[in-house]
């Protein structure tokens, strides 16, 4: 474990992540050595199938189970509290057979969000990541996605900034609070906002007159900003983000 930021590395699968709760970590980064490949399916399957295609794929390309790092979700609508714990108990279970979780451990980073237009009807895998040989040197990480929200109490809402909230000013909070953990990310993993290949948000909100003040003025969106119409997981968090930069992304 690194003395400062607390980082672990998992050494099966080649990559380093930020120690988070039990259903996924704050963000991974490939160790010397290794690079991030991001696959996005041309077909969003339902969870089961999808950590099956997981495995076919690494499978077919020679690494083991062990080398997946980071998965994105999609949900039909935001779940409650207790709904969100039983959902993330059935979405370890997989993780658990593959032996990627160790002591309550969870080193594989993850974006659940929920889309407004065209939902799915069931949870569904869009995209995961997995690292692979490279000696190029070159950096390349997943920051988790997060909300408005400290991570790890018994109940989120014990924590949302301005809980019940929607205003501009609040909402301008919300965004304040992730802009400042993606960071806090970033740098447990030895990166920056100038190394983000692409930055997400996820949210109904109107942030528009945010851009200059928050994201700019950070130097968070130096590769453009992404904005997903989508709410995040959990019923009451308004505003969600993540960032990455895979060396290599492709459609399976």
Not at 21 to 33: C, R
Not at 160 to 167: A, D, P
Request: hydrophobic share 40%.
């Amino acid at each position: 474990m690194d003395r400062v930021t607390n980082v672990k590395r998992f050494v099966p699968g080649g990559y380093r992540h930020i120690p988070g709760v039990f259903q996924y970590s704050g963000g991974v980064a490939a160790e010397p050595g290794f690079r991030i490949e991001r696959a996005r399916l041309t077909r969003s399957l339902p969870l089961s199938e999808g950590f099956d295609r997981i495995e076919a794929h690494l499978t077919n390309i020679g690494r083991p189970a062990s080398a997946l790092c980071a998965c994105e979700l999609r949900s039909p609508e935001p779940f409650t509290e207790s709904g969100f714990v039983t959902f993330n108990r059935q979405y370890v279970e997989r993780l658990e057979q593959w032996g990627l979780i160790a002591g309550g451990v969870n080193p594989v980073a993850r974006t659940n969000v929920c889309p407004v237009l065209d939902p799915p009807a069931e949870v569904v895998l869009s995209a995961f990541s997995y690292t692979a040989a490279d000696d190029s040197g070159a950096g390349s990480f997943i920051i988790a996605g997060s909300g408005e929200a400290r991570e790890g109490l018994p109940e989120y809402r014990d924590s949302i900034v301005r809980f019940g909230e929607t205003s501009p000013d609040a909402i301008c909070d919300k965004v304040r609070f992730v802009l400042v953990e993606m960071e806090r990310r970033l740098s447990a993993l030895g990166f920056s906002w100038g190394d983000a290949g692409s930055t997400q948000a996820y949210t109904v909100h109107n942030i528009g007159g945010l851009v200059a003040d928050e994201f700019v003025r950070r130097g968070a969106i130096r590769n453009g900003l992404e904005w997903h119409y989508a709410r995040p997981p959990v019923v009451g968090i308004e505003f969600e983000m993540d960032v990455r930069r895979p060396l290599l992304e492709h459609w399976i």
